[in-house]
């Protein structure tokens, strides 16, 4: 009976198994399409909240609302379009086609007081996921 190791395994398996070009399978792939939804929806948030009421009353708070949706949204943009040159084009659409889904699911919500927050934190979150994507993909 013959023995097998992980190192042996490793040491048989053709190079290009491990290193093809493109993004590396694991968390970053897995972080991709909720990278995705949070920057979308954390975008489309701030976008739909034009009415004074359902913005953060405080001047930075209302600053800092705006300017974390617009960077979700651009952060979106660039992910998405990152997706399309290193992934398989299926990932990208199903991000973009999620991605409107949850829009459309925030939009039949309706207005609600606590859009600002959960934009707030959707954009945050989404951040810390695209540059996760980012950063692990880009590791050897």
């Excluded at 990932?91 to 889904?101: D, K, M, N, T, Y």
């Excluded at 949850?102 to 951040?127: D, E, H, K």
């Excluded at 996760?132 to 880009?138: E, G, P, S």
Aim: cysteine-free; aromatic content about 14%; proline content about 9%.
């Amino acid at each position: 009976m013959r023995h097998l190791s992980l190192s042996g395994f490793l040491r048989q398996a053709p190079p290009s198994a491990f290193r093809t070009g493109r993004a590396r399978p694991g968390f970053a792939m897995d972080a991709y399409f909720p990278a995705l939804i949070a920057l979308s929806v954390a975008g489309f948030i701030e976008t739909r909240s034009s009415i004074p009421a359902l913005r953060p009353s405080d001047p930075g708070a209302d600053y800092a609302f705006r300017m974390l949706g617009r960077f979700a949204f651009t952060i979106w943009l660039v992910l998405l379009l990152w997706g399309l040159w290193k992934l398989p084009w299926w990932q990208p659409v199903s991000g973009f086609v999620g991605s409107l889904a949850a829009n459309a699911l925030v939009l039949q919500a309706g207005p609600r007081r606590s859009w600002p927050v959960i934009s707030m934190v959707l954009s945050v979150a989404g951040l810390f996921l695209a540059a996760a994507v980012w950063l692990l993909a880009r590791t050897p």
